[in-house]
Nanobody, 125 residues
Framework: QVQLVESGGGLAQAGDSLTLPCAASGGTVNNYAMGWFRQAPGKEREFVAVFSRSSGSPYYANSVKGRFTISSDNAKNTVYLQMNSLKPEDTGIYYC??????????????????WGQGTQVTVSS
């Protein structure tokens, strides 16, 4: 079963950019729909973005559309979340996840089979 490890989190100021890598092992990211979710303190985990080689263009939450970009590097078996124009409301723990539902770009957390441990992103105003 694929295993996922996120990194790249940290402290940022509003307007800054961060890139979060999600390194996969034990499986190939191309065989999954790869998603990013986040969880702010006191809130439920929410969908951020998803990408699947089988489904064409990525799908983003409205709150990050135009600011965040999900991509993959097949040679490194890694998925990235490029985050630009960060806002304080982007603060939270960011999780990478893999789903075997490769068609339809799943945005519901229950459709994902494997999760990383998460990486903290804190954006100050």
């Amino acid at each position: 079963q694929v295993q996922l490890v996120e990194s790249g989190g940290g402290l940022a100021q509003a307007g800054d950019s961060l890139t979060l890598p999600c390194a996969a092992s034990g499986g190939t990211v191309n065989n999954y729909a790869m998603g990013w979710f986040r969880q702010a303190p006191g809130k439920e985990r929410e969908f951020v973005a998803v990408f699947s080689r089988s489904s064409g263009s990525p799908y983003y939450a409205n709150s990050v559309k135009g600011r965040f970009t999900i991509s993959s590097d097949n040679a490194k078996n890694t998925v990235y979340l490029q985050m630009n124009s960060l806002k304080p409301e982007d603060t939270g723990i960011y999780y990478c996840a893999a789903s075997t539902v490769v068609f339809g770009l799943p945005s519901r957390a229950e459709l994902y089979d494997v999760w990383g441990q998460g990486t903290q992103v804190t954006v100050s105003s």
